[in-house]
């Protein structure tokens, strides 16, 4: 696709349900990242997923997060049993894999935890 | 490990006046350095980035960066904002190789008239 695209734009949901965001990269962009960015605050790195090798999960805020990214090219990150506090912006953005390339972000989704 | 501090995290300004926000960041290998854009209820945008050759790095909209090694520092600088200038900026870092990007807390420009 031109662009990287976030589905749902929104979501609301009720503690302690489950929930899944997904994520299509820009087509060939090899490198994937999940960022969350809370109202007010910064962005704050998730999980990176780096071509064949093994994604960088250092920043997952609890096991009731995951991530997978099935044939290397869309990304679906799940929330289980979600709380009031993962109410945030999820942000998805691709890149190629070498590191003097750009990142681009798609629109995120705003979940709202009720 | 690699990490992006931006001093100020918020930066008040009157219009016309020239700005500075910035960016140091740590790494013990050579980095790749980015400035985002996000303006009020949109996504986020590249402003401008530095990968190699001349240190001073210029956007379309006049803002323009420079990398400072010796200091690793990678400031960004407009001699004349706008209104239109208000959002919130990023400095992000990647290491060479194939390390993902490392982004500051964001720096909030409000530009008022």
């Known amino acids: 696709g031109a662009g990287v695209s976030q589905s749902p734009s929104n979501k609301v949901t009720e503690k302690g349900k489950d929930v899944e965001l997904r994520c299509d990269p820009i087509?060939?962009?090899?490198?994937l990242y999940w960022y969350r960015q809370s109202l007010g605050q910064g962005l704050e790195f998730l999980i990176y997923f780096q071509g064949n090798s093994a994604p960088d999960k250092s920043g997952l805020p609890s096991d009731r997060f995951s991530a997978e990214r099935t044939g290397g090219s869309v990304s679906t990150l799940t929330i289980q049993r979600t709380q009031q506090e993962d109410s945030a912006v999820y942000l998805c953005?691709?890149?190629?894999?070498?590191?003097?390339?750009?990142?681009?972000f798609g629109q995120g989704t705003r979940l709202t935890v009720v | 490990a690699q990490s992006v501090t931006q001093l100020d995290s918020q930066v008040p300004v009157f219009e016309e006046a020239p700005v500075e926000l910035r960016c140091n960041y740590s790494?013990?290998?050579?980095?790749?350095l980015f400035w985002y854009v996000q303006y009020p209820n949109q996504g986020l945008q590249l402003l401008l980035k530095?990968?190699?050759?001349?240190?001073l790095v210029e956007s379309i909209n006049g803002f323009e960066a420079e990398f400072n090694k010796s200091q690793t520092s990678f400031h960004l600088r407009k001699p004349s904002v706008h209104i239109s200038d208000t959002a919130e900026y990023f400095c992000?870092?990647?290491?060479?190789?194939?390390?993902?990007?490392?982004f500051g807390a964001g720096t909030r420009l409000a530009v008022h008239p």
């Open positions: 790494s013990s290998v050579s980095v790749y």
């Open positions: 992000a870092v990647r290491p060479g190789g194939y390390n993902k990007l490392i």
């Open positions: 087509s060939g962009h090899t490198a």
């Open positions: 530095y990968l190699s050759g001349s240190t």
């Open positions: 953005a691709s890149s190629q894999l070498q590191a003097n390339t750009e990142a681009f």
